[in-house]
């Protein structure tokens, strides 16, 4: 557009230019001299009118671009604030169902293996066990005591059954509960042989065999400790609780 304008007024430039010259040359010639000399006015005022409006337009034409451009300018702006708005909203979107898949998910079972063990583990069942374990921790064993025995009861089949078990077993040995913890670990090493907790267990129960009298059960119970895990570290505890024995 700024140059159709520049371009029309180099025109009218070049127009005005031509009747002046025109003009000033009939001024020249005496017979002719008024009638020539008030047209060359007259076309020289018509021109300057002409390029006073087209400067008008100009000026006009510009402040129109101008208010387009700046339109422009606020139309983009828009855009750019609606996109990053549908940017947000598409990541709190994404945000909101994966929390909500995370809470279904707390509501349904989970299949997980824990320390080799598979299965699968039910609502609220980790909660259940990692309360009773911090009891544990904590040296409530009476409470620890009820968490585990209730935990082994309601949920035989979880993952987490030989390490409630082996746990109970101890909290029954911290308090002298003898009688119950060999009933406890035979349980778990019956069930379990091969389980990562099964040598610590025969060593406790080895330990609650003796401490309730039953000295040679005890000691059987060690040797088959160290010939059936004889690379665990409690097989090297049960070489020295057999040394003791003897």
Do not use: C
């Amino acid at each position: 557009m700024q140059m159709k304008i520049n371009h029309y007024l180099h025109k009218t430039t070049a127009a005005l230019a031509a009747v002046v010259f025109v003009a000033s040359a009939s001024l020249a010639t005496p017979a002719y001299a008024f009638l020539e000399d008030a047209e060359a006015r007259r076309a020289i005022l018509e021109l300057r009118s002409q390029l006073g409006n087209s400067q008008k337009s100009q000026v006009q034409m510009q402040g129109q671009l101008d208010e387009l451009t700046e339109d422009n300018a606020k139309l983009k702006g828009r855009a750019d604030l609606l996109e990053k708005q549908v940017e947000e909203l598409l990541a709190q979107q994404k945000s909101f169902y994966g929390d909500l898949n995370n809470r279904l998910k707390s509501f349904e079972p989970q299949v997980l293996e824990i320390e080799g063990v598979q299965g699968k583990v039910l609502p609220g069942e980790k909660e259940a066990y990692d309360a009773a374990l911090k009891a544990f921790q904590d040296g409530n064993l009476k409470k620890s005591d009820a968490g585990f025995s209730a935990f082994t009861k309601k949920y035989p089949s979880s993952p987490y059954w030989p390490l409630a078990q082996f746990w109970l077993g101890s909290s029954e040995y911290g308090q002298k509960d003898y009688k119950s913890a060999i009933a406890t670990l035979q349980s778990l090493v019956k069930r379990y042989p091969l389980h990562i907790r099964t040598p610590d267990a025969l060593l406790t129960l080895a330990n609650s065999q003796v401490e309730s009298g039953q000295k040679p059960a005890g000691k059987k119970t060690l040797e088959s400790l160290i010939a059936k895990h004889p690379e665990s570290e409690a097989a090297e505890l049960a070489k020295q609780a057999l040394k003791r024995l003897k």
